[in-house]
């Protein structure tokens, strides 16, 4: 009988145990994807598990896609922005691992500013993504527009502006040169602030008889006459006029001026240029150009540069002063009398043509930001705001070396300009007919 009692006691307790197996709780888990990804761990489809139990759970996108989130019955996910996270079982439920298409947006710049926000490179942004756009343009230079994939930015001429993303886009920033001041053969050109302009000098033909003009945002003083871009693309031009220099009056999406001697030079917006003036050394024989980013003008040759860094020069080349098409990474130009120059990227300068006055010996010159070309010297603006010149002296024009604080230079036939950050101007050079008195200016 003690046997019998012990047996039914082991066999209620095994029937107690299977009982207590048979009563453990199962959910069934669901998992899915959207396109663009799928569900590695543990796969998708239906899968049972115990009450309670973890299930690590992971998300793997293709190419061109990113993981967004885990959707349905998430409750028991531990982080559903997560793609690599767990789920515990509390009931059965139904998630779905959702993915994004991701569009890459490249971004760069132009010589004379950057891109600050969101910076420059490439950036993967998901699609339907606003990007706000802040391009600075550097001193001297202006924002011109938003270039290549453009369709989707809010306002292509603003330099804040934002870009939705509806694809792969690649978007330039472009910059124009756009100097404060300018100088003539005996006459100089300032701009101020707010648009309008001032002259001092000679004024034989009316070409410093600018008082009237508003919504200007460059100037450009050619030997005996002056030019101004307007704020909505298009060009005025006042004095000498033999030529035709100064019939400008047509001429529409400008983006930057120049002023030769007896020409007018004006780079376009999409790249292209237009001429008018004196053409009897081919000086206007510009348009084949394309791809120009900036134009300088001078006595009987015009200079582009392209927005690939190299150069195209047309005109008189008795000097050689056109043999510029070997020159890289250039990201300024400027045209003197007989003479061209160019500023690298690194900071260095180069210089072609007539160096009878030793205006091109440029070579040792490092930490420039900026350049400009008079008759028979050159200027140039170094990174702490000191100015370095070569060439003819003999009215002073090179006497630059106490000069600090300078944030942009111009040269003359035979004068030295320089705005300070302050906005006054300081000047050196001969001043027979007055186009150095510029103390009382202040163009901020």
């Given at each position: 009988?003690?046997?019998?009692?012990?047996?039914?006691?082991?066999?209620?307790?095994?029937?107690?145990?299977?009982?207590?197996?048979?009563?453990?709780?199962?959910?069934?888990?669901?998992?899915?994807?959207?396109?663009?990804?799928?569900?590695?761990?543990?796969?998708?489809?239906?899968?049972?598990?115990?009450?309670?139990?973890?299930?690590?759970?992971?998300?793997?996108?293709?190419?061109?896609?990113?993981?967004?989130?885990?959707?349905?019955?998430?409750?028991?996910?531990?982080?559903?922005?997560?793609?690599?996270?767990?789920?515990?079982?509390?009931?059965?439920?139904?998630?779905?691992?959702?993915?994004?298409?991701?569009?890459?947006?490249?971004?760069?710049?132009?010589?004379?500013?950057?891109?600050?926000?969101?910076?420059?490179?490439?950036?993967?942004?998901?699609?339907?993504?606003?990007?706000?756009?802040?391009?600075?343009?550097?001193?001297?230079?202006?924002?011109?527009?938003?270039?290549?994939?453009?369709?989707?930015?809010?306002?292509?001429?603003?330099?804040?502006?934002?870009?939705?993303?509806?694809?792969?886009?690649?978007?330039?920033?472009?910059?124009?040169?756009?100097?404060?001041?300018?100088?003539?053969?005996?006459?100089?050109?300032?701009?101020?602030?707010?648009?309008?302009?001032?002259?001092?000098?000679?004024?034989?033909?009316?070409?410093?008889?600018?008082?009237?003009?508003?919504?200007?945002?460059?100037?450009?003083?050619?030997?005996?006459?002056?030019?101004?871009?307007?704020?909505?693309?298009?060009?005025?031009?006042?004095?000498?006029?033999?030529?035709?220099?100064?019939?400008?009056?047509?001429?529409?999406?400008?983006?930057?001026?120049?002023?030769?001697?007896?020409?007018?030079?004006?780079?376009?917006?999409?790249?292209?240029?237009?001429?008018?003036?004196?053409?009897?050394?081919?000086?206007?024989?510009?348009?084949?150009?394309?791809?120009?980013?900036?134009?300088?003008?001078?006595?009987?040759?015009?200079?582009?540069?392209?927005?690939?860094?190299?150069?195209?020069?047309?005109?008189?080349?008795?000097?050689?002063?056109?043999?510029?098409?070997?020159?890289?990474?250039?990201?300024?130009?400027?045209?003197?009398?007989?003479?061209?120059?160019?500023?690298?990227?690194?900071?260095?300068?180069?210089?072609?043509?007539?160096?009878?006055?030793?205006?091109?010996?440029?070579?040792?010159?490092?930490?420039?930001?900026?350049?400009?070309?008079?008759?028979?010297?050159?200027?140039?603006?170094?990174?702490?705001?000191?100015?370095?010149?070569?060439?003819r002296n003999d009215y002073g024009q090179c006497n630059v070396g106490s000069w600090t604080d300078i944030s942009q230079v111009a040269a003359g036939k035979y004068h030295?300009?320089?705005?300070?950050?302050?906005?006054?101007?300081?000047?050196?050079?001969?001043?027979?007919?007055?186009?150095?008195?510029?103390?009382?200016?202040?163009?901020?």
């Amino acid at each position: 009988m003690k046997r019998i009692g012990t047996f039914l006691t082991v066999a209620a307790l095994v029937a107690a145990a299977l009982g207590c197996a048979a009563a453990v709780t199962q959910y069934n888990l669901i998992i899915s994807s959207t396109a663009g990804g799928s569900v590695t761990t543990p796969g998708e489809g239906t899968a049972t598990y115990e009450e309670g139990e973890v299930v690590n759970l992971v998300a793997e996108a293709e190419e061109g896609y990113r993981f967004v989130k885990w959707t349905g019955d998430v409750v028991s996910i531990d982080d559903v922005n997560d793609a690599i996270t767990t789920l515990t079982m509390y009931g059965s439920c139904s998630i779905t691992a959702n993915f994004g298409v991701v569009y890459d947006l490249a971004i760069d710049s132009t010589a004379g500013g950057s891109v600050t926000t969101p910076g420059e490179g490439t950036f993967a942004r998901d699609e339907g993504t606003v990007v706000d756009l802040v391009a600075e343009a550097e001193e001297g230079y202006r924002f011109v527009e938003w270039t290549g994939d453009v369709s989707t930015i809010d306002e292509v001429g603003a330099a804040t502006s934002a870009i939705t993303m509806m694809g792969h886009y690649s978007i330039t920033a472009r910059f124009g040169y756009a100097p404060k001041v300018s100088a003539g053969w005996h006459h100089t050109v300032g701009l101020r602030s707010d648009g309008t302009v001032v002259a001092v000098g000679d004024n034989s033909y009316g070409q410093c008889e600018v008082g009237s003009w508003t919504g200007i945002i460059q100037v450009a003083a050619g030997w005996h006459f002056t030019v101004g871009l307007k704020s909505d693309a298009t060009v005025v031009a006042v004095g000498y006029n033999e030529y035709g220099q100064c019939d400008v009056g047509n001429w529409t999406g400008i983006v930057q001026v120049a002023a030769g001697a007896y020409h007018t030079v004006g780079l376009k917006s999409d790249g292209t240029v237009v001429t008018s003036g004196w053409n009897n050394h081919g000086q206007c024989d510009v348009g084949n150009w394309t791809g120009i980013t900036q134009v300088a003008a001078s006595y009987g040759h015009t200079v582009g540069l392209k927005s690939n860094g190299t150069v195209v020069v047309a005109g008189w080349n008795g000097y050689g002063q056109c043999n510029a098409d070997g020159w890289t990474d250039i990201v300024q130009v400027a045209a003197g009398y007989f003479h061209t120059v160019g500023l690298r990227s690194d900071g260095t300068v180069v210089a072609v043509g007539y160096n009878l006055y030793w205006q091109c010996n440029v070579s040792n010159w490092t930490g420039i930001t900026q350049i400009a070309a008079g008759g028979e010297h050159t200027l140039g603006l170094r990174y702490d705001g000191s100015v370095v010149a070569v060439g003819r002296n003999d009215y002073g024009q090179c006497n630059v070396g106490s000069w600090t604080d300078i944030s942009q230079v111009a040269a003359g036939k035979y004068h030295a300009l320089a705005v300070k950050s302050d906005g006054t101007v300081a000047v050196v050079g001969l001043n027979k007919s007055g186009q150095c008195d510029v103390g009382n200016w202040d163009l901020n």
